[in-house]
């Protein structure tokens, strides 16, 4: 368990990702769980038909369609907090910028697995994928709204190549499948409470089971190219700024957009 700055900024230079047991309060949880849960039931009525046959995660969560004026300044409180800021402002010290937010749950039909992946994969092939892993990544923050079975990872991997096990089954090469165990994944259980800060770009994988719900923070060092992903209706609308207690890091992103 890590607790200080510069032990979180090793760890996770280190590792890519480091885990704080027990960093929320039951009530910051319960408080928090209230929202997300109002945000996934309308969002489950509104997209049954994909819930049913494949999802495993939402995003916008602190979008206008489904949350109330109030309930979406609670989240970007909540967003913003300083237990969150102390974590972010350790693994990028200079400006970093909100970029959206993502709910995972288990999907409906028990036969889908869960799949081992790096982010990037989806947005570039395999010589940029090279590159991109040495540049500035997206941070994940994931707060379990539950117990649940957590992530696998493997460990380093936001800053070194895959070996040709872990290519082949991520990328589904040579016979392999991404749902195929991998002997250098490190299982890490979640409980409500912890929080886990990864890299979206290393090899990783959550772990469907139990009665998992958990809302991904995703943050960006605002030097890296990441303004275009950002949706506008996930941040704060103008009204609302001065009703979040540390509006900084939707500030970055907004002073991004507006340079854009
Ligand atoms: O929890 C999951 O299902 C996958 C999580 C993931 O891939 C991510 O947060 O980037």
Redesign the pocket.
């Known amino acids: 368990m890590v607790s200080n700055r510069s032990q979180v900024h090793s760890n996770y230079n280190e590792q890519g990702y480091v885990v704080i047991r027990n960093y929320f309060s039951a009530a910051e949880i319960s408080s928090l769980r209230e929202v997300v849960l109002k945000f996934h039931q309308l969002w489950k009525e509104d997209n049954a038909d994909f819930y049913q046959q494949e999802a495993?995660?939402s995003s916008l969560v602190t979008g206008s369609q489904y949350l109330t004026f109030d309930n979406r300044v609670k989240l970007f409180n909540f967003i913003s907090s300083k237990k969150i800021m102390n974590l972010v402002d350790a693994v990028i010290p200079t400006n970093p910028a909100f970029m959206n937010t993502?709910l995972?749950f288990n999907p409906v039909n028990p036969q889908q697995k869960?799949f081992w992946?790096r982010?990037c994969q989806y947005d570039h092939d395999i010589e940029m994928q090279k590159k991109v892993i040495h540049d500035t990544q997206v941070l994940?923050l994931?707060v379990p709204l539950f117990d649940e079975l957590g992530?696998e990872l493997v460990p380093g991997t936001h800053k070194r190549w895959d070996s040709d096990e872990e290519f082949n089954v991520r990328q589904e090469e040579k016979g392999r499948v991404s749902s195929e165990n991998l002997s250098t994944g490190k299982k890490i259980k979640l409980a409500a409470g912890d929080l886990l800060v990864?890299s979206?770009d290393m090899i990783?994988?959550?772990?469907?089971g139990l009665d998992?719900l958990?809302l991904?923070i995703l943050v960006f060092d605002s030097a890296a190219d990441f303004v275009d992903y950002v949706d506008d209706d996930c941040l704060p609308d103008i009204s609302m700024l001065d009703k979040i207690n540390d509006p900084r890091l939707f500030m970055n992103t907004l002073h991004l957009k507006s340079k854009g």
């Open positions: 495993f995660n993502q995972f869960d992946h982010d994940h994931r992530m990864f979206a990783h994988r959550g772990l469907y998992r958990a991904d």
